[in-house]
């Protein structure tokens, strides 16, 4: 049995993240399946794992740590690996996690979600997150033209962050000849060490 353990769910894209950062990091971890549709996140013994009702959880011996982003926080400085070195990088991560949250949660991956889950959707809907979704590409490829990686000259957490929403764009709709430096950027992190596809990070 390994120090840790995460529950969530193969599809999820927050789950992928974290699962995600362990790999990179090398560690190992047991995986507890949670399935949303069936409601297993609000269960009792879910809720005293988290009470915020979301996956992915992730617990470290009797540490307990409840949101994506905090998580792989923690296995950063857990590990020394992926981390900013400098104050100004420090606030450079918070600003790629929070464009993860502002442009691709409420957009790409909204759009992903009825496609995948949903066999479509409200056309409607879609075309509603849609314009936030081709915004976050837009600022994504805009860097991405002028940088190899999202802070620095090397991978930091902010790029395992935003990595996992951005692999799907075509689920949500997204042309991927339309964003050639993501595409070359997605190419970067693939050759990481210890890169594994998101699917194939944990059992479905």
Not at 110 to 123: A, E, K, Q, T
Not at 177 to 199: H, I, N, Q, V, Y
């Amino acid at each position: 049995m390994a120090d840790i353990t995460l529950w969530g769910a193969q599809p999820s894209l927050n789950t992928q993240k974290t699962a995600m950062m362990l790999t990179l990091c090398g560690l190992p971890f047991d995986f507890e399946k949670v399935l949303p549709r069936e409601g297993q996140h609000m269960t009792p013994e879910y809720m005293a794992r988290n009470p915020f009702g979301r996956i992915p959880v992730m617990r470290h011996g009797d540490l307990w740590l409840r949101q994506t982003q905090t998580q792989i926080d923690y296995l950063a400085r857990l590990t020394g690996l992926y981390l900013p070195r400098t104050r100004e990088e420090e606030w450079g991560v918070m600003d790629w996690h929070n464009f993860s949250t502002d442009y691709q949660s409420a957009g790409l991956a909204r759009i992903r979600f009825m496609n995948f889950y949903l066999g479509g959707g409200d056309p409607k809907l879609k075309d509603h997150y849609r314009p936030n979704s081709v915004r976050g590409m837009e600022i994504l490829e805009a860097h991405l033209k002028r940088n190899e990686w999202l802070l620095g000259d090397r991978p930091t957490t902010a790029d395992v962050i935003v990595y996992p929403c951005t692999r799907v764009l075509e689920l949500a709709e997204l042309d991927p000849k339309d964003w050639p430096a993501t595409m070359a950027w997605l190419g970067r992190f693939e050759k990481l060490p210890r890169f594994r596809p998101a699917m194939e990070l944990v059992p479905a």
